[in-house]
């Protein structure tokens, strides 16, 4: 059904992923598809590495958990920017094409005031996707 799962994460916020993860976890094992772990992180350093090559190790660490835990193939791939909190949903909209993603699985949150205004990440990969985007909530 599906060969490439795309699965957007902040580890910063790695405990409001599980929902996302198990429901990509379940899929990708029963369809043997790969997926893709793809995090957006600073040039500066934040908490999740001082340097873009430190984020990638952390994001690379978090896959082969992943890999374990569901018994299925991950990929890591750290993007960097200047500005992700501004450039993350473009950024991802890159990724999927990239990864040849045929399904995105997204983690949401509760939308507040703001997301009446302007849209969330989530909200404008799964209007804009060319593929399926599954999001959780």
């Known amino acids: ?11 910063v916020h790695k405990d409001k992923l599980q929902k996302a993860l198990d429901v990509a976890g379940q899929i ?3 369809s043997g598809a790969k997926v893709h772990v793809v995090s957006v992180g600073g040039v500066l350093p934040g908490k999740l590495g001082h340097t873009p090559s430190e984020f990638g190790a952390t994001l690379n660490a978090f896959a082969e958990e992943l890999k374990t835990k569901y018994g299925i193939e991950v990929d890591a791939h750290p993007i960097t920017s200047p500005d992700p909190a501004t450039d993350a949903t473009r950024h991802l909209m890159r990724a999927i094409d990239d990864v040849g993603a045929d ?6 949150h509760q ?8 849209s969330s990440h989530g909200g404008y990969v ?3 996707a060319k593929c399926s ?3 959780v909530r």
């Open 1 to 11: 059904m599906f060969t490439q799962i795309m699965v957007p994460v902040d580890l």
């Open 28 to 30: 990708a094992k029963s």
């Open 103 to 108: 399904l995105v699985i997204m983690a949401s």
């Open 111 to 118: 939308p507040g005031i703001m997301e009446h205004i302007f």
């Open 126 to 128: 799964a209007q804009h």
């Open 133 to 135: 985007v599954f999001v």
